[in-house]
């Protein structure tokens, strides 16, 4: 069954050290999402992807954080510096069309970052 | 004000026994989509059940209802037979269009509610 890959699936850095996750949506799938989640609440939305272009990404911390997703496959979510509140699980999750009120989204295992 | 409002931080059930888990949601757009995940110790979100607004019937995926009072704004999830893999954390998510950016229907997501069946 298809799926969105996600690597690493840890990641344990130093505050201040750089840090990036990779995400491989499922084939076909045009929409990419990068969410947050910080432990115990909901994920939350960082940036989305439609093909290549950002479609969203208002709630993104630009001073340290940067996303791309150059050929519209694949997507690199960078964080430089890491600060403590960082400390999360950044999931990936991808959707076949541009997304109206009933598309589902496809999650990957996420990768639980924590900085120390 | 929050979008979507989950006000059960934790619930237990007995296994073999349904349960219900809360959901309330904020908008005003006329064009949604409630949803409901799991989320297990391991991490991924798994999809469960979805309802349109639009929708007349409550929706059932399996062991799985969305008891959907639209006037109320409410759409809780019934897990009927609980078993124990039934054991997570469940979010309730709404899409709605969002202005911002180039604008798209977005997926927000509740705080989640944590499941624990007892055998």
């Known amino acids: 069954e298809a799926e969105v890959a996600q690597s690493p699936r840890y990641k344990i850095t130093e505050k201040s050290q750089a840090v990036a996750f990779w995400c491989d949506p499922i084939?076909?799938?045009?929409?990419l999402y990068w969410y947050r989640q910080i432990l115990g609440q909901g994920p939350e939305l960082l940036v989305q992807?439609?093909?290549?272009?950002?479609?969203?990404d208002s709630q993104l911390p630009k001073d340290r954080f940067s996303a791309e997703r150059l050929k519209g496959v694949d997507s690199t979510l960078k964080i430089q510096p890491a600060e403590l509140g960082d400390s999360a699980m950044y999931l990936c999750?991808?959707?076949?069309?541009?997304?109206?009120?009933?598309?589902?989204?496809?999650f990957g295992q996420g990768t639980r970052l924590t900085v120390v | 004000a929050q979008k979507i409002t989950q006000t059960q931080p934790g619930m237990f059930v007995q296994e073999k026994e349904a349960v219900t888990l809360d959901c309330t949601y904020d908008?005003?757009?006329?064009?949604?989509?409630l949803f409901w995940y799991k989320q297990p110790s391991s991490g991924e979100m798994i999809f469960l059940i979805y309802q349109g607004s639009y929708d007349q019937q409550n929706a059932t995926e399996g062991r799985y209802s969305l008891n959907f009072q639209k006037a109320r704004k409410s759409a809780n999830l019934v897990i009927s037979a609980s078993q124990l893999g039934d054991s997570a954390m469940y979010f309730c998510a709404m899409r709605e269009y969002a202005y911002s950016g180039a604008g798209s229907y977005q997926l927000t997501f509740g705080k989640g509610t944590k499941l624990s069946v007892i055998p």
């Open positions: 084939s076909g799938h045009a929409t």
């Open positions: 992807f439609q093909d290549e272009s950002v479609v969203d």
């Open positions: 908008t005003s757009d006329p064009s949604y989509g």
């Open positions: 999750a991808s959707s076949l069309e541009p997304p109206g009120a009933n598309t589902e989204a496809f």
